[in-house]
């Protein structure tokens, strides 16, 4: 079993729904849970970070940790043809440790 | 601007051939990371280096290696001996190292490596 869980896609809504992008992990220890943005042959772009649980908003998009669940939340509202991409979760222990990776999301955004 | 340049963008090597990707950041960033990233597999760690002249092993280090001489600069060579090294090359590099906050990644566009 994989330490953390992301569901490839691909997710396919049309402009202006609302986006769901989820995770599942299994490690306790996770303390720092991210969220990256990669566009077609470029590489990832940090989009979030949340430091335990709870929830942190940054205009459109909101990150949402569920520590007790072992699960976090990436949502899109409004959704934009330009958020088609693939959508990486990424979490570790913080300092040194490891980021481990989720296996990304592919969203497609239909106009 | 600050960032990090992979060079070359796509790459194509015959059988047997090594081949080495280039890797510059100018963030004044310590720690610097190579991964490789295939469909459906999210990002799998190959080398890391925190400071100059020492770097570690990551999950997948058979077939690969890397030099740190400079902080600026982390190069990959894909040896002969990866058996199946056609993939997307990702370069990263992080702030500090020993401190205990959020890791947070900065990422290089990549490179493609074709293996025909």
């Known amino acids: 079993q994989k330490e953390v869980e992301q569901d490839p896609g691909p997710l396919s809504v049309p402009e202006g729904a609302i986006v769901s992008l989820n995770c599942t992990y299994s490690?306790?220890?996770?303390?720092?849970f991210m969220w990256y943005r990669q566009y077609s042959r470029k590489g990832p772009e940090l989009l979030m970070y949340?430091?335990s649980s709870g929830n942190k908003e940054d205009g459109r998009f909101t990150a949402q940790v569920d520590k007790s669940s072992k699960y976090i939340s990436l949502f899109i509202r409004d959704s934009q043809p330009s958020d088609s991409a693939t959508y990486l979760c990424?979490?570790?222990?913080?300092?040194?440790?490891?980021?481990?990776w989720g296996a990304g999301t592919k969203l497609i955004i239909k106009p | 601007d600050g960032g990090i340049t992979q060079s070359p963008k796509y790459l194509f090597r015959k059988e047997g051939q090594n081949v080495t990707l280039s890797c510059e950041q100018n963030?004044?960033?310590?720690?610097m990371y190579w991964y490789r990233q295939d469909p459906g597999q999210g990002l799998r760690l190959i080398y890391y280096?925190?400071?100059?002249?020492?770097?570690q092993k990551g999950d997948i280090a058979e077939g690969y290696s890397v030099s740190r001489e400079k902080k600026e600069s982390f190069p990959l060579t894909v040896t002969s001996a990866q058996k199946n090294p056609t993939a997307f090359y990702l370069c990263?590099?992080?702030?500090?190292?020993?401190?205990?906050?959020?890791?947070?990644?900065?990422f290089g566009a990549g490179s493609r490596l074709t293996v025909l």
């Open positions: 990263a590099s992080r702030t500090g190292t020993g401190f205990t906050g959020a890791n947070v990644l900065t």
């Open positions: 963030l004044n960033h310590d720690a």
């Open positions: 280096s925190q400071i100059v002249n020492d770097f």
């Open positions: 490690n306790s220890a996770f303390q720092y």
């Open positions: 949340t430091y």
């Open positions: 990424a979490m570790s222990r913080g300092g040194n440790y490891q980021l481990i």
